[in-house]
């Protein structure tokens, strides 16, 4: 019996919350965690993302359809005691994950990512894909220029709050009056509560149209 795949068979999806409307009117909000060091990482090893977040978004209905989750397997690091204890990951769950190639992979198959307008809090994660799409020479997800389609939720955020600093995702859902749900540094669930953090953007009607417009 193959130890590896006994280990890595129990991976259960997250199921639907509703069904679908056209692709037209659904935004991906995402959240990546990536392997990192209490310092500067070890000799020849980079920060790669070890987990994809997403939660699907109806923005005209104004809730959130679904969850989903893809634990990806880092090739060039390792997952430190530091990164498991920020996010719950281990070196033993991301080694069961798929590769960064076939993340993208799903990310364009099953979630549209080449054609739906998609959110992050802040630009780490849309430049993390770009920069790991151009180290391991994998087309980038969500099509270019890298900005096309993505929102920079926390500066849609300070904006319409008036905040001269850029929040946290923690302290904007303080600020917003919302609960955090589930793990912080988590992120299925960071990519769930940004989505929360969104459609209050839009019932204050502050969510720019062109963001789910595309």
């Known amino acids: 019996m193959d130890v590896r795949k006994s280990r890595c068979r129990n991976r259960a999806g997250i199921p639907t919350l509703g069904p679908m409307r056209h692709e037209s009117t659904l935004l991906n909000v995402i959240d990546v ?4 060091w209490d310092g500067q990482p070890p000799p020849g090893s980079v920060n790669e993302i070890i987990e994809i977040g ?31 204890q920020l996010t719950g990951l281990t070196q033993a769950e991301a080694e069961c994950g798929v590769s960064f190639g076939e993340a993208c992979r799903i990310l364009v198959e099953e979630y549209e990512a080449g054609e739906r307008p998609w959110a992050s809090w802040g630009e780490y994660d849309r430049r993390q894909f770009a920069r790991q799409s151009q180290a391991d020479r994998v087309a980038y997800p969500f099509g270019y220029p890298t900005e096309r389609t993505h929102t ?16 946290g995702m923690g302290h904007a859902l303080q600020i917003a009056g919302l609960p955090l749900e589930g793990r912080h540094h988590r992120g299925e669930d960071d990519a769930w509560n940004i989505a929360a953090l969104v459609l209050d953007l839009v019932g204050r009607g502050a969510w720019p149209v062109t963001a789910t417009d595309v």
């Open 54 to 84: 997403l939660t699907v978004v109806d923005v005209p209905a104004g809730r959130r359809v679904s969850r989903h989750r893809v634990v990806v397997r880092p090739a060039r690091s390792r997952v430190s005691d530091f990164c498991t």
């Open 152 to 167: 920079n939720a926390k500066a849609v955020f300070t904006a319409a709050y008036g905040l001269r600093k850029k929040p």
């Open 33 to 36: 965690e990536a392997t990192c």
